[in-house]
């Protein structure tokens, strides 16, 4: 079955700064990523999502980009603001069924 | 658009008690599914329904775990006998459509945090 790594599983950053988080799945299959932020306390919510079409997405300042041939799949965060704090998992799909990364705890220190 | 509902948020029980978690799906969504999150395991996917039909459940820890989905706006997760090691936070999530279409989206209830004593 699909397994996906996460890394790193904290981030810490300064106002402004850019954020990258990276995965990498291993299902060949797997046809749709989709990227979730959690609140604390609050549900899991979807941010930006590409399918294995396309290479690259951006949504005003969050951008991710998909490699294929290497399995992986990155987040952006541009301009971070201290709102952008939370935590972030990438997914990844064949049929429906999602397979989620173990998340990522990003600070954004004013 | 109400989104997807869960009840109850919270359930306080002691260990052996059985316990029933509620979902309504978004309206017009044929998937539905049952995820459980803790520190410890992350999001995990117990169990998914198409069209009211169990998919899979190979995440469903054991036999204790139950979930049925009677009509297209109505599923239970049960969990009988309970125990202190099912304390987490127990969420449904509903789409629409299969996977490579827009509209797989999966969108999250609030959740239903679960302690068990």
């Known amino acids: 079955g699909e397994n996906v790594e996460q890394h790193p599983s904290t981030l810490s950053v300064q106002e402004g700064d850019s954020a990258v988080i990276k995965c990498t799945y291993s299902d060949s299959a797997s046809n749709y990523f989709p990227w979730y932020k959690q609140e604390l306390g609050k549900r899991p919510q979807l941010i930006i999502d590409i399918r294995s079409n396309v290479g690259e997405k951006k949504d005003q300042r969050i951008a991710v980009t998909l490699n294929k041939t290497a399995k992986h799949f990155s987040l952006h965060i541009t301009e971070t603001q201290p709102e952008d704090s939370a935590v972030y998992f990438c997914?990844?799909?064949?049929?429906?069924?999602?397979?989620f990364g173990t998340g990522t705890r990003l600070l954004v220190s004013p | 658009d109400a989104g997807v509902i869960q009840s109850p948020r919270h359930e306080v029980t002691e260990m052996g008690q059985e316990v029933t978690l509620r979902c309504k799906p978004i309206s017009g969504h044929d998937y539905l599914f049952w995820y459980r999150q803790t520190m410890m395991r992350g999001l995990e996917l117990l169990i998914y329904?198409?069209?009211?039909?169990?998919?899979?459940d190979s995440g469903m820890p054991e036999d204790r775990f139950s979930a049925k989905m009677p009509n297209a706006s109505f599923s239970t997760l049960k969990i009988q006998p309970s125990e202190p090691r099912d304390s987490a936070v127990y969420f449904c999530?509903?789409?629409?459509?299969?996977?490579?279409?827009?509209?797989?989206?999966?969108?999250f209830g609030p959740g239903t945090r679960l302690t068990v004593l």
């Open positions: 997914a990844a799909s064949g049929f429906q069924k999602l397979v």
């Open positions: 999530a509903s789409s629409w459509g299969s996977s490579g279409r827009a509209e797989d989206t999966q969108y």
């Open positions: 329904f198409n069209n009211n039909v169990p998919i899979d």
